[in-house]
């Protein structure tokens, strides 16, 4: 499969300071609708790929990384270009296609109440990671804006992120679902993923031995760098809480519609929006949270006059997971986000 110790993002959360040997031109940050392929025929050679292949793999992937490198070499063969003589070279190049390509058919943009996106950033995913429950993001691709976001860089110091591109893979021979981000920095962006096998740390010691793999055969061109599971976990684990919220049946935020295709003289085909469009997620909790933490909030006497309980406080948030459906029937896994527990918020109006 492409993708193994892909540049920039050294398969999870360390950027490297080396440039894909083709770069995305990703200017300005912070502006998704401005990145796209430096390469001339790549969308309508992918497009042509998915129309003749789909159905071939999950209907939760836009397209897999390898029909994405195929799409590239066909362009670069069209074009009357040379293809590149390392098999690395072109993983970068393919999974920022497959990723720009799921995003760039609803070319939605997901913008988090600023509690909200905090609390979720601070609640830790511990366990098993819910594999499945990643099918049901709200699109192919997302881009979740990611304010304050930083990312540690293998020769030192950090980055900011500005946001983050979301798609899955499908890798066939293992049949195994891959969560794939795009990091919106100022370098670049950088591509990285966590195979859904397990823990997070399951999925990065995968990545590790993926990436050795890929070095012995010639696929990667750089050794794991010291340090990487811990850099990729600081800046994966947010993530995931983020995209997981998005996931849940009881998230706070009006889940958009599915891309319809249009019937055309070639058949089923799907157009993109003119612009990127703004979603909101949180609003609701994000009021609440604000509530219940506001300093000026006070007590409410007791009966006697003597004492007063503490004003509405917030104990930790967590993730929470259970099985629905009948016991002797067909069931399915589901993951909530429990938010931060308003404490003593029974007299505060607008809470329940």
């Known amino acids: 499969m492409l993708g193994v110790g892909a540049e920039p993002l050294n398969g999870c959360g360390t950027l490297s300071s080396t440039e894909s040997a083709w770069p995305t ?18 969308w309508r050679a992918l497009d042509n790929l998915r129309a003749e292949r789909v159905g071939t793999w999950p209907v939760y992937v836009y397209a897999p990384l390898d029909l994405a490198g195929v799409a590239l070499a066909t362009a670069q ?9 390392h098999t690395w070279e072109i993983i970068a190049p ?6 720009l390509a799921a995003w760039r058919v609803t070319q939605q943009v997901f913008r988090f109440d600023p509690d909200l996106y905090q609390a979720l950033l601070e609640t830790p995913i511990a366990g098993i990671l819910p594999g ?9 691709g997302i881009y979740v804006e990611t304010p304050g976001l930083c990312a540690p860089l293998v020769r ?43 823990s997070l740390d399951e999925g990065l010691a995968q990545v590790e031995a993926d990436w050795r793999e890929g070095l012995a ?22 993530l995931l809480s983020l995209l997981l919220y998005l996931c849940a049946d009881d998230a706070d935020y009006q889940r958009p519609p599915w891309p319809a295709p249009q019937r055309t003289k070639k058949g089923l085909r799907l157009f993109p929006p003119d612009q990127p469009s703004i979603w909101t997620v ?17 007590g409410t006497a007791a009966a006697d006059g003597h004492r007063s309980s503490p004003r509405a406080h917030v104990r930790a948030a967590h993730w929470h997971s259970f099985w629905r459906g009948a016991r002797d029937g067909e069931r399915e896994r589901v993951v909530q986000w429990l938010p931060p527990i308003l404490v003593g918020a029974d007299g505060v109006t607008g809470l329940r």
């Open 132 to 140: 499945e429950h990643f099918r049901r993001l709200p699109a192919w």
């Open 94 to 99: 393919a999974q920022e296609l497959a990723g």
């Open 156 to 198: 030192g110091g950090e980055t900011p992120v500005h946001g983050t591109f979301a798609w899955l893979d499908w890798r066939a021979d293992r049949r195994e679902d891959i969560l794939t981000l795009g990091l919106d920095t100022d370098l670049q962006l950088a591509v990285g993923y966590v195979p859904l096998v397990g």
């Open 217 to 238: 055969a010639g696929v990667a061109d750089s050794a794991v760098p010291d340090g990487f599971a811990a850099a990729a976990r600081s800046v994966y684990g947010r």
């Open 282 to 298: 949180g609003e609701r909790i994000g009021a609440v949270l604000r509530h219940a933490t506001d300093p000026r909030e006070p």
């Open 77 to 85: 063969r069209t074009a009357g270009r040379p293809l590149p003589s």
């Open 25 to 42: 031109d990703a200017s300005p940050p912070s502006d998704p609708g401005n990145l796209r392929p430096r390469h001339p025929g790549a």
